[in-house]
C-alpha cells in the first residue's frame, strides 16, 4: 500500500516540477519493471530499465543532444540500468534511506519534499558507498543542501535543481603549482594593434589558510571560498546541469579538474558576470548554456580556454553589446545563441575568433538591433562558414549594401524587426542563399535588384510586410525558387512575369487588395491555394520491406481559404472574378513587352530595358504619373553611361514574344478551378 502511494507521488512529482528548460515529451515512457522490492528502501520507487525509456534520460539526452554524430551513444536502448528514486522527507530519517540502498545501483533521484523550512541536507560522502552509481538527480525546494564533502569519482552525469551546492570546509582541495592564466597568450585585435586597453590578466594563488588576523570582510570572503562549491576529483563526470541553484558567482576552482565534462548548463543562476577563465579547468567542453542569467558584460577571458567548444547559449541575459572584446577564440563553435539579450550594435571584428561557426541567433524584444555597413569591415566579416543567420527586431530604414559581408556560405537567413526599404545586392555575394525569411519587417521598398547575385534561392518569405508592388525583374534570376510567401502585403498587381520559375509550388498572395483585371490570367490556383505540408519520409525498400535508403520530401496542401481576392470585386476569389465577371476566360497573349525576361543580363541592362518599356506604357496611357517621371529622373544617371541598346532589346523583345505566347496556352489548361 505504501508502495503504490509513493509510486504515485512520484510520478505526479516528476511531471509537475517545474522544468522550463526542457522540451515536454508527448510519450510518458511505460512504466518500467520494478525488481528488488524487498532491498528498496520504503520510500523509494527501483527500477531497471533501458536508459532511455528512465526519466532521467531526459534531462541527460536533452543536453547531449546538442553534440552530433555517431559517438553520442553512451547509453544505447539496450543497455539496462538499476534506478531508485527516493522521496526525501525528514531530515533524520535521510541517512537511514540512503545507506539502505542496493549498492549496485546506477542510477539515483532524490526528490526534496516539504515547504521551504523544511531544511534537509545531503553529503556527497554517504553516497560514495555506491560504488557503481554513474547518474545523480537532486531536486529540491529551494530548502535543500548538497554539501560536497568528498569527490564522486564514478559519477558521469549530475543534474541538481532548485538545491544549494556547498563545499564542506574537509573538502580537500588541490593546490595548484600553476594557473590557467599563466600561459595564456590570446590577445584582441585591438590590443595587438597597440593601445593595451586590456592589461593581461593574472589569477593569484590563495592567501594561506595561516592568516592570523582577519578583518571581518576578509573573514567573510574566506568563509565564502571555503563554501564554495568546488568538482574537483570527480573524474568522469560527463554532463553537469545546475539549474537554479543561485549559484550566482563563478569562479575558476569550480570546474577546475573536469577533462572529461563535455556538456555543462548552469541555466537560472542569477549569475551576473562570467569570471575570467571560469571554465579553463574542463578544457574538452563541447556544450555550454549561461542561458536565462543575467550576464550583463562578457569579457573574452571569461570564455577563455574552450577550445573545443560547439555549442554555447548565452540567451536572455543582460548583454548589450559585442566587440572584439567579447569573446576568445572559440576555433570549433559550430552554434551560438545570443537571443534575448538587449543588444543594440555589433561592433567589427566581433565574430573574428568564430570563423568555423555554422548558426547564429541574436536579436530580441527588449532593444532594436542596428546594422552598419561599417567603412571597412562588416559587423559578420570572418563568418565565412555560416550558414544560418536569425537576426530578430533588426531596426533601419534601409538594409544597405555591405551589411552582410563576408557571409558567403549562408544557407538561411531569417530577418525580424522594422525594414523600411531593401536597397540593391543587399545580399550580394550569398551564393548559397537557400532560404530568405523576411516576414514580419514593415518593408515598404524593395529594389528590383534587391536579389542580384543569389542564385540558388528556394524559399522566399515576404509575408506581412507593407508592400505595394514588387519590383519588375526581382525573381529573375531565381530559377531554383520554390515557394515565394507574399501574403498579408498592400499588393494591386504583380508583374505579369511572375510565374515564371519553373520549380515553383507555393506562391501564397491572400490578403493583398488586389485590383483585378485580366492581367491576372497567368495566375493559378494550384500554386496560390496551396501551403506546404509537414515532410513526409519515403523509402526504397527491400523485398522484406526493410528500407534502404530514405528521404524526407517536402508535401503540399491545398487549401481554398488561401484564395487570393479582389479589393475592386467586393473581395471575391481572384478566379471567380476573372471567370465571371471579367470574362477573361480565352486563352490571352500576354505582352511580355511589360515584364520581359531579362534574366541573367547586367543591372544597366535591366534598366535600361525597363525605361525602354516605360515609354512604350508613356506611350500608350497619354499623362502618365508624375511618379514615373520621377522614377525616369532617377535612372537618368545611370543611363547617361550606356549607349543605343534599344536594337539589342527589339531582338530580344521579337524573339520572346514567339515563346510566350506558346507558354501562355500552356498554363492557360490548368487554370481553371
Ligand atoms: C555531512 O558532513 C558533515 C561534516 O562535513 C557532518 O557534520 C554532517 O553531520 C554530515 N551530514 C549528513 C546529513 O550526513
Ligand atoms: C580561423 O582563424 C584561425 C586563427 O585566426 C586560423 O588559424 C584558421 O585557419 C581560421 N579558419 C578558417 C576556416 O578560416
Ligand atoms: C524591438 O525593440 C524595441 C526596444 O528598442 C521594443 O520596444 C520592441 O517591442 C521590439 N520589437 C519587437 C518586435 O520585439
Ligand atoms: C505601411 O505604410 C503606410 C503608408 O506608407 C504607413 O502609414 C504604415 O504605418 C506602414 N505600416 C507599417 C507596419 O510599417
Known amino acids: 500500500m505504501m508502495m503504490i502511494i509513493i509510486n504515485v507521488l512520484i510520478v505526479l512529482l516528476l511531471r509537475c516540477q517545474p522544468q522550463s ?56 536502448l539496450t543497455t539496462h540500468i538499476k534506478l531508485a528514486t527516493c522521496l526525501l522527507q525528514e531530515a533524520s530519517e535521510t541517512l537511514a534511506l540512503l545507506s539502505a540502498l542496493p549498492i549496485d545501483l546506477q542510477a ?52 541538481f535543481e532548485q538545491i544549494r551546492l556547498q563545499a564542506s570546509e574537509r573538502l580537500q582541495r588541490p593546490k595548484h603549482s600553476k594557473l590557467p592564466s599563466d600561459d595564456y597568450e590570446y590577445k584582441p585585435p585591438s590590443d595587438v594593434a597597440g593601445n593595451e586597453a586590456t592589461p593581461k590578466y593574472q589569477l593569484q594563488f590563495e592567501a594561506d589558510a595561516t592568516v592570523e588576523i582577519m578583518s571581518y570582510e576578509q573573514h567573510v570572503e574566506r568563509l565564502k571560498q571555503t563554501r564554495m562549491p568546488s568538482f574537483w576529483g570527480w573524474n568522469l563526470l560527463e554532463v553537469l546541469r545546475i539549474h537554479n541553484c543561485q549559484l550566482n558567482e ?12 563535455h556538456h555543462l548548463n548552469l541555466e537560472r ?49 543582460h548583454l548589450e553589446r559585442l566587440s572584439e572584446l567579447s569573446f576568445p577564440p572559440l576555433p570549433r563553435l559550430q552554434r551560438a545563441d545570443l537571443r534575448q539579450n538587449p543588444i543594440k550594435y555589433i561592433l567589427p571584428a566581433t565574430f573574428w575568433v568564430m570563423n568555423d ?16 555597413s ?38 538561411q537567413l531569417t530577418l525580424r524587426g522594422r525594414i523600411g526599404s531593401v536597397q540593391f545586392d543587399a545580399f550580394a555575394g550569398m551564393e548559397q542563399l537557400r532560404e530568405l525569411d523576411m516576414s514580419h519587417c514593415g518593408i515598404a521598398e524593395l529594389s528590383m535588384d534587391a536579389l542580384l547575385g543569389v542564385k540558388r534561392l528556394e524559399l522566399l518569405n515576404l509575408a506581412h510586410n507593407n508592400l505595394t508592388h514588387v519590383p519588375n525583374g526581382l525573381l529573375d534570376d531565381q530559377q531554383q525558387l520554390v515557394v515565394v510567401q507574399l501574403q498579408g502585403n498592400q499588393l494591386r498587381t504583380l508583374p505579369t512575369s511572375f510565374f515564371q520559375q519553373p520549380r515553383l509550388r507555393v506562391v501564397r498572395l491572400d490578403q493583398n487588395p488586389w485590383q483585378c483585371n485580366c492581367d491576372m490570367s497567368n495566375w493559378l490556383p494550384r500554386l496560390t491555394n496551396v501551403v506546404r505540408g509537414p515532410s513526409v519520409e519515403r523509402c526504397v525498400r527491400d523485398i522484406n520491406g526493410k528500407p534502404i535508403l530514405c528521404r524526407h520530401v517536402v508535401s503540399y496542401k491545398m487549401d481554398k481559404n488561401l484564395v487570393p481576392r479582389c479589393a475592386n470585386f467586393n473581395g471575391r476569389s481572384v478566379y471567380y472574378v476573372l471567370r465571371r465577371q471579367l470574362h477573361c476566360g480565352a486563352p490571352l497573349i500576354l505582352t511580355p513587352s511589360r515584364s520581359g525576361n531579362t534574366r541573367g543580363l547586367p543591372h544597366w541592362l535591366k534598366l535600361e530595358l525597363q525605361q525602354h518599356r516605360q515609354q512604350q506604357q508613356q506611350q500608350q496611357k497619354v499623362g502618365s504619373s508624375n511618379k514615373k517621371q520621377s522614377l525616369k529622373r532617377q535612372r537618368k ?30 498554363k492557360q489548361m490548368s487554370n481553371e478551378i
Request: proline share 5%.
Open 108 to 159: 539515483l533521484v532524490l526528490l526534496h519534499t516539504g515547504s521551504p523550512d523544511n531544511q534537509l541536507t545531503v553529503n556527497t560522502s554517504s553516497l560514495r558507498f555506491l560504488n557503481q552509481l554513474n547518474t545523480l538527480e537532486i531536486r529540491g525546494t529551494g530548502a535543500t543542501t548538497l554539501i560536497i564533502d568528498e569527490p564522486l569519482e564514478l559519477l558521469q552525469h549530475a543534474n
Open 250 to 261: 563563478l569562479h575558476w576552482q569550480m570546474f577546475d579538474g573536469l577533462p572529461q565534462l
Open 21 to 76: 528548460a526542457l522540451p515536454q515529451f508527448d510519450q510518458q515512457p511505460e512504466a518500467p519493471v520494478e525488481l528488488d522490492v524487498l532491498s528498496c528502501p520504503l520510500s523509494c520507487v527501483c527500477q531497471y530499465a533501458a536508459f532511455n525509456e528512465l526519466p532521467i534520460a531526459r534531462w541527460v539526452n536533452y543536453m547531449t543532444s546538442a553534440e552530433e554524430g555517431p559517438d553520442d551513444t553512451d547509453f544505447p
Open 357 to 372: 561557426t555554422l548558426e547564429l541567433q541574436l536579436g530580441s524584444e527588449l532593444a532594436a538591433l542596428k546594422l552598419h
Open 374 to 411: 561599417w567603412n571597412s569591415y562588416g559587423q559578420f566579416d570572418s563568418l565565412h562558414k555560416l550558414r544560418k543567420l536569425s537576426l530578430a527586431n533588426v531596426t533601419t530604414p534601409s538594409l544597405e549594401q555591405g551589411v552582410f559581408k563576408g557571409l558567403q556560405a549562408l544557407e
Open 637 to 666: 544617371g545611370h543611363l547617361s553611361q550606356r549607349n543605343r541598346l534599344d536594337y539589342i532589346f527589339r531582338q530580344k523583345h521579337q524573339q520572346r514574344n514567339e515563346e510566350f505566347s506558346q507558354e501562355t496556352e500552356d
Open 269 to 317: 543562476n542569477g549569475i551576473e558576470e562570467v569570471q575570467p577563465f571560469a571554465f579553463s579547468g574542463a578544457p574538452h567542453l563541447k556544450s555550454l548554456s549561461l542561458a536565462h542569467n543575467a550576464v550583463s558584460r562578457l569579457y573574452y577571458l571569461g570564455l577563455a580556454g574552450l577550445l573545443e567548444l560547439e555549442t554555447l547559449n548565452l540567451a536572455d541575459n
